[in-house]
């Protein structure tokens, strides 16, 4: 079966500009995570999904950054007006359930944003 | 702080040898994940290995193994028989009790294997 997708795979964008990436998880994952990953560290969560809510929006950095699931199923992360920090690998992983992480986390490849 | 550190930024080995690479946490919860995920170039993260905390057997998955010190909190991930195919950047995660299975990652290793 597929994977997790997510599109595009590469975006590059100008300081001030708005940009939406978005994820397609494996179907009937219920839940749903962003992580982001600045170049040579580790992931940083930004944002959980149970269905179509979000619980835990703890990780997300300021409030130009928002999400929403929509059917269960896709998710788009927004930036808008992006800064030259939020260049980034951004990482969504779904998995069966959030049980503490008994469930395993499926990554999908990844969007690649860098902003001018 | 829920925190997860690895603080070897590269390690190489030569084909076919051992190689460890150390984790350690911090946490007040007694029950949580731990996980080994691998990063290779492609950026697919893959799973290689997940520890239960309240399960004292060290978790193997075929050349992949742990050494799970609960009391110390320490994570090690041994590979043996190291193949070309594994060199990657390695990150450690944690999910700490309730938190939704949100993973919490250190720093990140990358491993070099040598012909």
């Known amino acids: 079966g597929a994977g997790v997708s997510q599109s595009p795979s590469n975006k590059v964008t100008e300081k001030g500009k708005d940009v939406e990436l978005r994820c397609d998880p494996i179907s009937g994952h219920t839940a749903l995570y962003w992580y982001r990953q600045r170049l040579g560290q580790g992931l940083e969560f930004l944002i959980y999904?149970?269905?179509?809510?979000?619980?835990?929006k703890s990780g997300l950095p300021s409030d130009r950054f928002s999400a929403e699931r929509t059917g269960e199923s896709v998710s788009t992360l927004t930036i808008q007006r992006t800064q030259q920090e939020d260049s980034a690998v951004y990482l969504c992983?779904?998995?069966?359930?959030?049980?503490?992480?008994?469930?395993?986390?499926?990554f999908g490849p990844g969007t690649r944003l860098t902003v001018l | 702080a829920q925190t997860v550190t690895q603080s070897q930024p590269e390690m190489s080995v030569q084909e076919a040898e051992t190689v460890t690479l150390s984790c350690t946490y911090d946490?007040?919860?007694?029950?949580?994940?731990l996980f080994w995920y691998k990063q290779p170039p492609s950026r697919q993260m893959i799973l290689v290995i997940r520890q239960e905390a309240y399960k004292q057997q060290n978790a193997t998955e075929n050349r992949f193994s742990v050494n799970f010190q609960k009391a110390a909190k320490s994570f090690s991930l041994k590979i043996s028989d190291s193949q070309l195919g594994d060199t990657a950047m390695y990150f450690c995660a944690a999910s700490f009790g309730t938190s939704y299975g949100k993973l919490t990652f250190g720093q990140g290793t990358i491993l070099t294997v040598h012909p």
């Open positions: 999904f149970q269905g179509n809510s979000a619980p835990d």
């Open positions: 992983a779904s998995s069966l359930g959030a049980s503490g992480g008994y469930n395993e986390q499926f």
């Open positions: 946490t007040s919860e007694n029950n949580y994940y």
